[in-house]
């Protein structure tokens, strides 16, 4: 049965961050709320909690899973980044936007794409997400929290702690969220391409 987290959206709760990180930290996955809409989210090294989300929404082995930052110092280590791309990201960040690009060797091989060697990375703007990626003081593994056969994502903490009880170890509400996801901007090479338009505005990207 899931651990259901009740938390201030302006003021998050220090004693319930901390309780959702030791989760994180002893291997559990965990659904919570972005600035797009919420996600499913465990330790990137957390290769039980990966197959976990893989089966919840039925992915197959090409999904693009995402590296959820606190800052552009955990990013910057991620993956690599010309000054060009650099300072098109900053500009937009934090906000709704995943970014593909160039992963660095910090990356486990098997969150990679494997034709391009890329990984999908994005900082939120969402306070809940920051508390929790702050005390974790490393990336969350994440993906949107979309179901297989349904066209938006579950938007209530209610409602994800009653379909996903015995799939998840904890949900973390802090108020409804969106139903749309972010805005994917690939940028294996210099030039951008939007793959997803989504909650992030797409026109500093568009050509």
Not at 137 to 147: D, H, K, Q, R, V
Request: proline share 7%; glycine share 8%.
């Amino acid at each position: 049965m899931a651990k259901y987290f009740d938390v201030h959206p302006d003021n998050p709760q220090r004693r319930a961050i901390g309780q959702v990180v030791a989760l994180l930290r002893d291997g559990g996955l965990i659904a919570y709320p972005t600035d797009s809409c919420f996600a499913l989210g465990c330790l990137a090294g957390n290769r039980d909690g990966m197959d976990r989300i893989r089966q919840i929404r039925q992915l197959d082995d090409r999904h693009h899973f995402t590296l959820v930052c606190h800052d552009f110092t955990q990013l910057g280590q991620l993956v690599y980044l010309s000054n060009t791309v650099f300072r098109a990201i900053k500009a937009v960040t934090p906000g709704s936007y995943t970014f593909i690009l160039p992963a660095t060797k910090e990356v486990p091989r098997r969150l990679l794409n494997a034709k391009k060697k890329t990984v999908g990375v994005r900082i939120p703007d969402h306070l809940v997400a920051q508390a929790i990626l702050a005390e974790l003081g490393e990336p969350l593994l994440s993906s949107t929290l979309l179901l297989p056969d349904e066209e938006e994502p579950l938007t209530q903490g209610w409602e994800i702690k009653e379909r996903l009880d015995h799939v998840v170890d904890a949900v973390i509400d802090s108020g409804d969220c969106g139903t749309e996801p972010t805005t994917v901007v690939d940028y294996s090479t210099d030039e951008p391409e939007i793959i997803r338009k989504g909650a992030g505005d797409p026109a500093p990207f568009e050509q």
